[in-house]
């Protein structure tokens, strides 16, 4: 049996592309590339999601944008804005999804990675789950800061607030929580995808860099998407 094994294993081409080689999966550099969980994109995913996603900035760029001086709750003025989407984007975009905000990113994560994640009519409840690996610093903290938060912020990822009536986010308590997905990213602001429940129209908006606070006033956080 030995002797099998042996004359088995002199027999296999290690340099082929399929290879039995321990860390073959990582480019035999197991140091620079990991994945522990499996959830990290393929290159075919990545592919998949910036065409769809360079499509609906370029059709948001198309239609037009709208700029407005607004403030925040504590009364600085702040820049917002979003696309002027007509009725054939905006059932494009309700192609992807009718839900709410949270269930229709996932269903727009859905659209490009290869396994899907089951959606139903409810949005998750994000803060007491394990669905989102948020950005924190070198203490283990969550990632609050606004500007902090910009920086770490990434095309793909997922911008989450709720209402300052609510800050803590109780599920089942009035929680008015809001998830966007970023499909891009400037060097002053976020390009931003959410859906909206109960028949409301999806809407693409800019988020700017300076305005950030805005959702800082709220509750803030942000992270890579499901695995």
């Excluded at 900035?57 to 979003?82: E, L, R």
């Excluded at 300052?164 to 089942?172: D, L, M, R, S, V």
């Amino acid at each position: 049996m030995l002797v099998k094994l042996k004359t088995f294993l002199e027999n296999i081409n290690f340099d082929c592309t399929t290879s039995l080689r321990l860390y073959h999966y990582a480019n035999n550099n197991p140091v620079k590339y990991t994945d522990p969980d499996g959830s990290e994109l393929t290159k075919a995913e990545i592919e998949k999601r910036d065409a769809l996603f360079t499509k609906l900035v370029n059709m948001a760029d198309k239609c037009g944008w709208w700029t407005a001086k607004n403030t925040d709750y504590q009364g600085n003025g702040i820049i917002i804005g979003g696309a002027n989407l007509g009725k054939k984007e905006i059932q494009e975009l309700k192609s992807i999804s009718t839900r709410a905000c949270t269930a229709g990113a996932i269903s727009l994560r859905n659209e490009y990675r290869n396994d899907d994640i089951k959606v139903n009519d409810w949005a998750v409840d994000l803060r007491n789950g394990n669905d989102i690996s948020y950005y924190k610093d070198n203490k283990g903290r969550v990632i609050t800061d606004p500007g902090t938060l910009f920086d770490q912020l990434q095309v793909g990822d997922l911008l989450i607030y709720s209402n300052p009536a609510n800050p803590e986010g109780i599920k089942g308590k009035g929680w008015t929580g809001h998830t966007a997905s970023i499909i891009g990213k400037r060097d002053d602001y976020l390009i931003t995808l959410e859906f909206h429940e109960n028949g409301q129209d999806p809407t693409i908006n800019k988020i700017y860099k300076d305005s950030l606070q805005w959702f800082g006033d709220t509750k803030l956080e942000g992270g890579a998407s499901w695995n």
